[in-house]
Protein backbone atom coordinates (compact mmCIF):
# COMPACT_ATOMS: atom_id res chain seq x y z
CA UNK A 1 0.00 0.00 0.00
CA UNK A 2 1.54 3.48 -0.96
CA UNK A 3 0.44 6.63 0.11
CA UNK A 4 2.11 8.58 -1.60
CA UNK A 5 -0.39 9.55 -4.67
CA UNK A 6 -2.73 10.82 -2.28
CA UNK A 7 -0.44 12.87 0.12
CA UNK A 8 1.15 14.68 -3.08
CA UNK A 9 -2.65 15.14 -4.59
CA UNK A 10 -3.24 16.91 -0.93
CA UNK A 11 -0.41 18.83 -1.30
CA UNK A 12 -0.50 19.92 -4.70
CA UNK A 13 -4.16 20.96 -4.62
CA UNK A 14 -3.67 23.10 -0.99
CA UNK A 15 -1.06 25.34 -3.16
CA UNK A 16 -3.12 25.63 -5.91
CA UNK A 17 -5.72 26.70 -3.66
CA UNK A 18 -3.77 28.85 -2.02
CA UNK A 19 -2.86 30.13 -5.13
CA UNK A 20 -6.27 31.40 -6.13
CA UNK A 21 -7.21 32.30 -2.75
CA UNK A 22 -4.41 34.73 -3.39
CA UNK A 23 -5.96 36.06 -6.27
CA UNK A 24 -9.59 36.02 -4.74
CA UNK A 25 -8.21 38.41 -2.16
CA UNK A 26 -7.55 41.21 -4.49
CA UNK A 27 -11.11 42.12 -4.78
CA UNK A 28 -12.82 40.25 -2.31
CA UNK A 29 -12.90 43.05 0.63
CA UNK A 30 -16.08 42.52 2.78
CA UNK A 31 -17.10 41.50 5.84
CA UNK A 32 -17.88 37.98 4.39
CA UNK A 33 -14.47 37.81 2.78
CA UNK A 34 -13.11 38.40 6.49
CA UNK A 35 -15.81 36.01 8.11
CA UNK A 36 -14.35 33.19 5.10
CA UNK A 37 -11.62 33.54 5.73
CA UNK A 38 -11.05 33.60 9.94
CA UNK A 39 -13.71 30.42 9.77
CA UNK A 40 -12.36 28.16 6.70
CA UNK A 41 -9.11 29.37 5.24
CA UNK A 42 -6.77 30.27 8.12
CA UNK A 43 -8.05 26.81 9.91
CA UNK A 44 -7.58 24.62 6.88
CA UNK A 45 -3.49 25.09 6.85
CA UNK A 46 -3.01 23.88 10.48
CA UNK A 47 -5.35 20.88 9.28
CA UNK A 48 -3.67 19.96 6.13
CA UNK A 49 -0.28 20.08 7.56
CA UNK A 50 -1.59 17.96 10.65
CA UNK A 51 -2.98 15.44 7.87
CA UNK A 52 0.04 15.91 5.74
CA UNK A 53 2.19 14.79 8.69
CA UNK A 54 -0.28 11.77 9.93
CA UNK A 55 0.11 10.06 6.25
CA UNK A 56 4.12 10.83 6.09
CA UNK A 57 3.71 8.81 9.97
CA UNK A 58 1.34 6.24 8.58
CA UNK A 59 3.20 5.71 5.09
CA UNK A 60 6.80 5.02 7.68
CA UNK A 61 4.51 2.07 9.78
CA UNK A 62 3.11 0.46 6.58
CA UNK A 63 6.71 0.42 4.88
CA UNK A 64 7.73 -1.14 8.29
CA UNK A 65 5.19 -3.52 8.56
CA UNK A 66 5.50 -4.09 4.35
CA UNK A 67 9.54 -4.85 5.43
CA UNK A 68 8.39 -7.66 8.55
CA UNK A 69 5.96 -9.38 6.23
CA UNK A 70 8.38 -9.81 3.36
Keep these: MNLDSGRNTLFKSYKS?????????????????????????????????AVLSAVDRLSQVLAKVQQECS
Excluded at 30 to 39: H, T
Aim: no cysteine; net charge negative; aromatic share 16%.
Design 17 to 49: LGVRWSEVQLYWHDVVQKEFSEQHWEPLEPRVV
